[in-house]
């Protein structure tokens, strides 16, 4: 938002995209600068974001938690696609209940091989 800002004083004072960039010293990438030189151009003086017409989340609601977080007591060794087909959700909401709403992760295992003795006959 503050760059925003700047680059908006910039416009304002007359200043090239390019030399607002230079002066940013490349807080901001120069694609980004040229597109708000841009909007500020066609009469746009807001530096919010525009409203976006996001979807909510469906599939990481507590009615999906839960049961993921009681598959996973019962049996703490189930695939991520079992559990995934089980609740009819996407593998990818399943990783993202189990890593942020449940904040478990996968302990890594370390084998060690064994030493086999050769018999001598």
């Given at each position: 938002?503050?760059?925003?800002?700047?680059?908006?004083?910039?416009?304002?004072l007359?200043?090239t995209?390019t030399?607002?960039?230079?002066?940013?010293?490349?807080?901001?990438?120069?694609?980004?600068?040229?597109?708000?030189?841009?909007?500020?151009r066609?009469?746009?003086?807001?530096?919010?974001?525009?409203?976006?017409?996001?979807r909510?989340?469906?599939?990481?609601?507590?009615?999906?938690?839960e049961?993921?977080?009681?598959?996973?007591a019962d049996?703490?060794?189930?695939?991520?696609?079992l559990?995934?087909?089980?609740?009819?959700?996407?593998?990818?909401?399943?990783?993202?209940?189990?890593?942020?709403?449940?904040q478990?992760r996968?302990?890594?295992?370390?084998?060690?091989?064994?030493?086999?003795?050769?018999?001598?006959?």
């Amino acid at each position: 938002m503050e760059q925003r800002l700047n680059i908006k004083f910039c416009f304002k004072l007359g200043k090239t995209a390019t030399e607002t960039h230079e002066m940013l010293m490349n807080a901001v990438s120069k694609k980004c600068v040229f597109e708000w030189f841009k909007r500020f151009r066609d009469g746009k003086e807001d530096v919010e974001d525009e409203p976006r017409s996001a979807r909510p989340p469906t599939s990481t609601t507590p009615d999906n938690i839960e049961p993921v977080r009681r598959m996973l007591a019962d049996d703490r060794r189930l695939s991520l696609r079992l559990i995934a087909e089980e609740l009819k959700i996407s593998l990818d909401s399943v990783i993202n209940i189990i890593h942020e709403h449940l904040q478990k992760r996968k302990k890594k295992v370390y084998a060690f091989p064994t030493l086999r003795r050769s018999i001598n006959v």
